[in-house]
């Protein structure tokens, strides 16, 4: 009993490759705009991943441990944590002990550090964002150029007209939207997702401040990021 036969993954490549020439000079732009897409995602996740965004169980034990004295114990140990949380407390808990600094003073330390945590996170979130609004764009371009291309052979033949010309520069023109739509999606999904985590955090750096200063400097408060 015969089977399907797989199509062999090396004869995707002159299918793919001749989809792109035949959505002209934009389906190009759209393929260098993917692969940025995609350096994007990669960089941010490992960036992430090292970061270990997620695990913010250290909060609480520092907290504690902090409670009992073991101001030295605590900062050994977040100079061992990754999470950009772990940057901001040490700071809080440094500067809320330094008599020699006043609180307005001791707030802006804070500030400032939980400030450049988060603009670290952030990094390329911008571009994926232009990125993922930008493609659609540019496949709707490709595929109004193309259009007017397809007209203008229709005008050409004259009243030779042949339907499969049409169709064939219709649906050759509409390739680039739908690749544009292809980078569009992922890449939002992206941006809102590493958005997100960012959002976390500064919602967690905020809550820790507020937590360690009620520790070390009573009745003084301090904001990590905006």
Do not use: C
């Not at 944590?81 to 809080?92: D, F, L, N």
């Not at 003073?105 to 993922?132: F, H, K, P």
């Not at 980078?183 to 992206?190: E, N, T």
């Amino acid at each position: 009993m015969e089977g399907t036969v797989a199509q062999p993954a090396n004869s995707l490549l002159p299918e793919f490759l001749s989809l792109l020439f035949k959505g002209g000079p934009v389906m190009a732009v759209l393929l260098l705009v993917s692969i940025a897409a995609l350096t994007i995602i990669v960089v941010k996740l490992i960036q992430f991943s090292r970061a270990r965004l997620k695990r913010t169980a250290f909060i609480d034990p520092v907290i504690t441990a902090l409670g009992r004295g073991e101001r030295d114990a605590v900062l050994a140990a977040l100079r061992n944590e990754t999470h950009p949380v772990a940057r901001v407390m040490e700071t809080a808990i440094i500067t809320g002990r330094n008599v020699r600094m006043s609180a307005e003073d001791r707030d802006a330390e804070i500030a400032r550090v939980g400030s450049a945590e988060v603009r670290n996170l952030e990094t390329y979130l911008r571009g994926l964002e232009v990125i993922a609004n930008l493609s659609p764009l540019l496949g709707l371009l490709g595929t109004v150029l193309g259009m007017i291309g397809a007209f203008a052979k229709l005008e050409a033949a004259g009243t030779k007209v042949d339907p499969a010309l049409l169709a064939g520069g219709i649906w050759e023109a509409l390739l680039t939207t739908a690749f544009g739509l292809v980078i569009a999606i992922p890449a939002l999904a992206a941006y809102y997702m590493f958005e997100g985590r960012v959002e976390a955090v500064r919602v967690a750096m905020k809550d820790a401040v507020v937590r360690v200063l009620g520790v070390v400097a009573p009745g003084g408060r301090a904001i990590a990021a905006e």
